[in-house]
Protein backbone atom coordinates (compact mmCIF):
# COMPACT_ATOMS: atom_id res chain seq x y z
CA UNK A 1 0.00 0.00 0.00
CA UNK A 2 1.65 3.56 -0.93
CA UNK A 3 0.74 6.77 0.40
CA UNK A 4 3.39 9.11 -1.32
CA UNK A 5 2.29 11.45 -3.31
CA UNK A 6 3.57 12.50 -6.43
CA UNK A 7 7.39 13.94 -5.35
CA UNK A 8 6.96 17.15 -6.74
CA UNK A 9 9.26 20.17 -5.18
CA UNK A 10 6.58 22.86 -3.48
CA UNK A 11 8.86 26.00 -2.83
CA UNK A 12 7.88 29.16 -1.21
CA UNK A 13 6.31 31.44 -3.80
CA UNK A 14 8.55 34.12 -2.79
CA UNK A 15 11.61 35.22 -0.65
CA UNK A 16 10.64 35.63 3.26
CA UNK A 17 11.11 39.08 4.53
CA UNK A 18 13.39 39.65 7.88
CA UNK A 19 11.54 41.07 10.60
CA UNK A 20 13.06 44.59 9.81
CA UNK A 21 11.99 44.59 6.27
CA UNK A 22 7.94 42.99 7.43
CA UNK A 23 8.36 46.22 10.48
CA UNK A 24 9.34 48.79 7.80
CA UNK A 25 6.10 47.85 4.97
CA UNK A 26 4.00 50.35 5.72
CA UNK A 27 1.59 49.29 3.07
CA UNK A 28 1.09 45.66 4.25
CA UNK A 29 0.66 46.80 7.96
CA UNK A 30 -1.81 49.06 6.93
CA UNK A 31 -4.15 46.27 5.32
CA UNK A 32 -2.77 43.41 7.14
CA UNK A 33 -3.18 41.90 11.04
CA UNK A 34 0.08 41.26 12.55
CA UNK A 35 -0.19 37.65 12.85
CA UNK A 36 -1.91 36.90 9.21
CA UNK A 37 1.17 39.23 8.02
CA UNK A 38 3.78 37.07 9.46
CA UNK A 39 1.85 33.86 8.59
CA UNK A 40 1.57 35.41 4.36
CA UNK A 41 5.66 36.01 4.74
CA UNK A 42 6.43 33.03 6.01
CA UNK A 43 5.28 31.00 3.10
CA UNK A 44 6.64 33.79 1.14
CA UNK A 45 3.83 35.63 0.13
CA UNK A 46 5.29 38.85 1.45
CA UNK A 47 6.66 40.33 -1.69
CA UNK A 48 3.42 39.53 -4.00
CA UNK A 49 1.32 41.07 -1.00
CA UNK A 50 3.28 44.20 -1.33
CA UNK A 51 2.88 44.76 -5.03
CA UNK A 52 -1.31 43.87 -4.45
CA UNK A 53 -1.51 46.37 -1.87
CA UNK A 54 0.77 48.90 -3.70
CA UNK A 55 -0.99 48.41 -7.06
CA UNK A 56 -3.46 51.13 -7.65
CA UNK A 57 -7.19 49.67 -7.65
CA UNK A 58 -8.44 49.12 -10.96
CA UNK A 59 -4.94 48.95 -12.11
CA UNK A 60 -3.70 46.20 -14.35
CA UNK A 61 -1.16 45.51 -11.97
CA UNK A 62 -3.45 45.58 -9.36
CA UNK A 63 -5.19 42.43 -11.35
CA UNK A 64 -2.31 40.96 -11.96
CA UNK A 65 -1.04 40.76 -8.45
CA UNK A 66 -4.79 39.90 -7.12
CA UNK A 67 -4.66 36.62 -9.62
CA UNK A 68 -0.94 35.58 -8.40
CA UNK A 69 -2.10 35.76 -4.68
CA UNK A 70 -5.31 33.83 -5.01
CA UNK A 71 -3.44 31.24 -7.28
CA UNK A 72 -0.34 31.00 -4.76
CA UNK A 73 -3.38 30.45 -1.79
CA UNK A 74 -5.34 28.10 -3.75
CA UNK A 75 -1.61 26.19 -4.31
CA UNK A 76 -1.37 26.26 -0.69
CA UNK A 77 -4.77 24.97 -0.10
CA UNK A 78 -4.36 22.25 -1.74
CA UNK A 79 -0.79 21.22 -0.44
CA UNK A 80 -2.44 21.20 2.83
CA UNK A 81 -4.57 18.66 1.87
CA UNK A 82 -2.63 16.70 -0.33
CA UNK A 83 -0.29 16.24 2.95
CA UNK A 84 -2.91 15.73 5.50
CA UNK A 85 -4.34 13.04 3.17
CA UNK A 86 -0.46 11.42 2.76
CA UNK A 87 -0.31 11.31 6.48
CA UNK A 88 -3.74 9.93 7.24
CA UNK A 89 -2.78 7.65 4.83
CA UNK A 90 0.63 6.53 6.62
CA UNK A 91 -2.06 6.25 9.92
CA UNK A 92 -4.34 3.91 8.40
CA UNK A 93 -1.53 1.90 6.58
CA UNK A 94 -0.08 1.20 10.08
CA UNK A 95 -3.48 0.37 12.11
CA UNK A 96 -4.15 -1.53 9.56
CA UNK A 97 -1.17 -3.78 9.81
CA UNK A 98 -1.74 -3.45 14.04
CA UNK A 99 -4.84 -4.81 13.34
CA UNK A 100 -3.58 -7.51 11.34
CA UNK A 101 -0.69 -8.70 13.93
CA UNK A 102 -3.97 -8.42 16.90
CA UNK A 103 -6.19 -10.99 14.91
CA UNK A 104 -3.30 -13.33 14.42
CA UNK A 105 -2.09 -13.20 18.13
CA UNK A 106 -6.36 -13.75 19.44
CA UNK A 107 -6.51 -17.00 16.60
CA UNK A 108 -3.47 -18.16 18.26
CA UNK A 109 -4.90 -17.54 21.66
CA UNK A 110 -8.26 -19.32 20.86
CA UNK A 111 -6.66 -22.28 19.26
CA UNK A 112 -4.39 -22.66 22.60
CA UNK A 113 -7.74 -21.94 24.60
CA UNK A 114 -9.56 -24.76 22.51
CA UNK A 115 -6.63 -27.31 22.38
CA UNK A 116 -6.35 -26.80 26.39
CA UNK A 117 -10.31 -27.34 27.08
CA UNK A 118 -9.65 -30.41 24.80
CA UNK A 119 -7.00 -31.98 26.54
CA UNK A 120 -8.89 -31.63 30.07
CA UNK A 121 -11.91 -32.82 28.79
CA UNK A 122 -9.87 -35.61 26.97
CA UNK A 123 -8.14 -36.11 30.92
CA UNK A 124 -11.36 -36.65 32.31
CA UNK A 125 -12.72 -39.08 30.11
CA UNK A 126 -9.72 -40.80 29.80
CA UNK A 127 -8.94 -41.23 34.12
CA UNK A 128 -12.55 -41.74 34.74
CA UNK A 129 -12.53 -44.73 32.34
CA UNK A 130 -9.45 -46.22 33.86
CA UNK A 131 -11.25 -45.80 37.21
CA UNK A 132 -14.19 -47.79 36.09
CA UNK A 133 -11.64 -50.68 34.37
CA UNK A 134 -10.51 -50.55 38.29
CA UNK A 135 -6.80 -49.97 37.03
CA UNK A 136 -4.32 -49.21 39.55
CA UNK A 137 -4.48 -45.80 40.87
CA UNK A 138 -0.69 -45.62 40.61
CA UNK A 139 -1.47 -45.59 36.84
CA UNK A 140 -4.10 -43.85 36.14
CA UNK A 141 -3.34 -40.66 38.45
CA UNK A 142 -0.10 -39.53 36.43
CA UNK A 143 -2.19 -39.98 33.55
CA UNK A 144 -4.35 -37.13 34.91
CA UNK A 145 -1.75 -35.26 36.21
CA UNK A 146 0.12 -35.29 32.79
CA UNK A 147 -2.84 -34.38 31.17
CA UNK A 148 -3.18 -31.54 33.53
CA UNK A 149 -0.08 -30.13 32.70
CA UNK A 150 -0.33 -29.88 28.96
CA UNK A 151 -3.51 -28.34 29.46
CA UNK A 152 -1.76 -25.73 31.92
CA UNK A 153 1.10 -25.34 29.52
CA UNK A 154 -1.02 -24.60 26.44
CA UNK A 155 -2.59 -21.84 28.97
CA UNK A 156 0.91 -20.08 29.35
CA UNK A 157 1.69 -20.30 26.20
CA UNK A 158 -1.69 -18.58 25.01
CA UNK A 159 -0.52 -15.73 27.99
CA UNK A 160 3.00 -15.70 27.74
CA UNK A 161 3.73 -16.33 23.80
CA UNK A 162 6.13 -13.45 22.03
CA UNK A 163 4.28 -10.81 20.36
CA UNK A 164 4.11 -11.90 16.43
CA UNK A 165 6.13 -9.09 14.70
CA UNK A 166 6.05 -8.34 10.47
CA UNK A 167 8.41 -6.32 8.68
CA UNK A 168 7.25 -3.05 7.74
CA UNK A 169 9.11 -0.15 5.61
CA UNK A 170 8.68 3.55 5.05
CA UNK A 171 10.71 4.97 2.54
CA UNK A 172 8.89 8.27 2.67
CA UNK A 173 8.78 9.21 6.65
CA UNK A 174 7.13 12.74 7.84
CA UNK A 175 8.14 11.41 11.46
CA UNK A 176 11.81 11.58 10.54
CA UNK A 177 11.16 14.82 9.37
CA UNK A 178 10.04 16.31 12.59
CA UNK A 179 13.47 15.25 14.01
CA UNK A 180 15.20 12.87 16.61
CA UNK A 181 17.29 14.58 19.33
CA UNK A 182 18.10 11.69 20.93
CA UNK A 183 19.03 9.70 17.20
CA UNK A 184 20.87 12.46 15.23
CA UNK A 185 20.76 16.23 14.38
CA UNK A 186 17.50 17.96 13.99
CA UNK A 187 17.05 18.59 9.91
CA UNK A 188 16.99 21.51 9.16
CA UNK A 189 15.50 21.31 5.76
CA UNK A 190 12.43 19.08 5.32
CA UNK A 191 12.63 15.45 3.25
CA UNK A 192 9.34 14.65 3.06
CA UNK A 193 7.62 17.90 4.31
CA UNK A 194 6.83 20.78 1.12
CA UNK A 195 8.68 23.56 1.93
CA UNK A 196 5.40 25.84 3.35
CA UNK A 197 4.20 22.86 5.80
CA UNK A 198 8.24 22.89 7.15
CA UNK A 199 7.81 26.73 7.81
CA UNK A 200 4.33 26.41 9.03
CA UNK A 201 5.09 23.89 11.68
CA UNK A 202 8.59 25.03 12.86
CA UNK A 203 7.36 28.52 12.81
CA UNK A 204 6.43 29.92 17.37
CA UNK A 205 2.69 29.16 17.95
CA UNK A 206 1.95 31.92 20.07
CA UNK A 207 3.82 34.49 22.10
CA UNK A 208 7.37 34.99 21.43
CA UNK A 209 9.52 32.30 22.88
CA UNK A 210 6.18 29.57 22.70
CA UNK A 211 7.36 26.14 21.44
CA UNK A 212 6.84 25.99 17.68
CA UNK A 213 4.32 23.27 16.56
CA UNK A 214 7.17 20.69 15.98
CA UNK A 215 8.75 21.50 19.15
CA UNK A 216 5.44 20.38 21.00
CA UNK A 217 5.36 17.41 19.37
CA UNK A 218 8.80 16.36 19.75
CA UNK A 219 8.33 17.22 23.40
CA UNK A 220 4.91 15.26 23.75
CA UNK A 221 6.29 12.42 21.56
CA UNK A 222 9.39 12.25 24.14
CA UNK A 223 8.09 12.61 27.86
CA UNK A 224 4.59 11.26 27.69
CA UNK A 225 2.46 8.51 26.56
CA UNK A 226 3.93 5.32 25.46
CA UNK A 227 8.19 6.92 24.74
CA UNK A 228 7.53 8.18 27.77
CA UNK A 229 6.70 5.11 29.93
CA UNK A 230 9.38 2.91 28.48
CA UNK A 231 12.77 2.22 29.56
CA UNK A 232 16.26 4.09 27.93
CA UNK A 233 16.95 1.41 25.78
CA UNK A 234 13.33 0.66 24.48
CA UNK A 235 13.05 4.14 24.24
CA UNK A 236 16.44 4.51 22.32
CA UNK A 237 15.34 1.27 20.17
CA UNK A 238 11.83 2.75 19.21
CA UNK A 239 13.02 6.22 18.22
CA UNK A 240 15.08 4.17 15.23
CA UNK A 241 12.47 2.07 14.41
CA UNK A 242 9.54 4.72 14.25
CA UNK A 243 11.72 7.69 12.91
CA UNK A 244 13.70 5.92 10.72
CA UNK A 245 13.32 3.98 7.20
CA UNK A 246 11.51 1.02 8.83
CA UNK A 247 12.39 -2.58 10.68
CA UNK A 248 10.34 -5.15 11.97
CA UNK A 249 7.38 -3.95 14.64
CA UNK A 250 5.01 -5.62 16.79
CA UNK A 251 1.23 -4.66 17.05
CA UNK A 252 1.58 -1.97 19.93
CA UNK A 253 4.62 -0.07 17.95
CA UNK A 254 2.41 0.13 14.29
CA UNK A 255 -0.63 1.47 16.88
CA UNK A 256 2.18 4.42 18.36
CA UNK A 257 3.08 4.84 15.12
CA UNK A 258 -0.41 5.71 13.91
CA UNK A 259 -1.21 7.72 16.39
CA UNK A 260 1.96 9.98 16.00
CA UNK A 261 0.68 10.04 12.66
CA UNK A 262 -2.44 11.33 13.63
CA UNK A 263 -0.94 14.18 16.02
CA UNK A 264 1.03 15.40 12.79
CA UNK A 265 -1.63 15.56 10.62
CA UNK A 266 -3.86 17.35 13.14
CA UNK A 267 -0.91 19.84 13.43
CA UNK A 268 -1.08 20.11 9.78
CA UNK A 269 -4.20 20.62 9.60
CA UNK A 270 -4.37 23.71 11.48
CA UNK A 271 -2.51 25.69 8.50
CA UNK A 272 -5.86 25.85 6.57
CA UNK A 273 -6.65 28.43 9.54
CA UNK A 274 -3.99 30.88 8.79
CA UNK A 275 -4.57 30.39 4.84
CA UNK A 276 -8.61 30.99 5.63
CA UNK A 277 -7.21 34.42 7.93
CA UNK A 278 -5.25 35.54 4.93
CA UNK A 279 -7.45 34.92 2.67
CA UNK A 280 -10.42 36.94 4.13
CA UNK A 281 -7.88 39.54 4.34
CA UNK A 282 -6.91 39.58 1.07
CA UNK A 283 -10.71 39.14 -0.25
CA UNK A 284 -11.26 42.45 2.14
CA UNK A 285 -9.42 44.55 -0.16
CA UNK A 286 -10.14 46.93 -2.52
CA UNK A 287 -10.87 44.84 -5.68
CA UNK A 288 -10.07 46.08 -9.45
CA UNK A 289 -13.59 46.17 -11.14
CA UNK A 290 -11.69 47.40 -14.10
CA UNK A 291 -8.44 48.02 -15.90
CA UNK A 292 -7.55 51.39 -15.99
CA UNK A 293 -6.77 52.74 -19.70
Avoid at 3 to 16: I, K, N, R, S, T
Avoid at 37 to 50: E, I, K, S
Avoid at 222 to 228: A, D, V, W
Wanted: charged share 15%; aromatic share 6%; net charge positive.
Amino acid sequence: MACAPAELAYPLPGPVLTSTQLAADILLRRHFTAPTLAAANRYGLGPDLHQLVAAPPGSLARLNAQQRVSEQLAALALLVGSTTAELDCEEERADQVADYLLDQAARRIRRYTLLAIVLGALGTVVTGGLALLEVRKSIYRPVGIAFGLAGAALGLLSLYAPDTRIPYAHRRNALADIGLVDVGPVATQPRTLAAPVWAYLTAPAGAAGALSRREALLHRWQTTGELGAKSSADRQRLLHLLFGRGGTYAASELQMRANFYDQLESSVALMKQELAQLAAQVAALPQPYSVSK
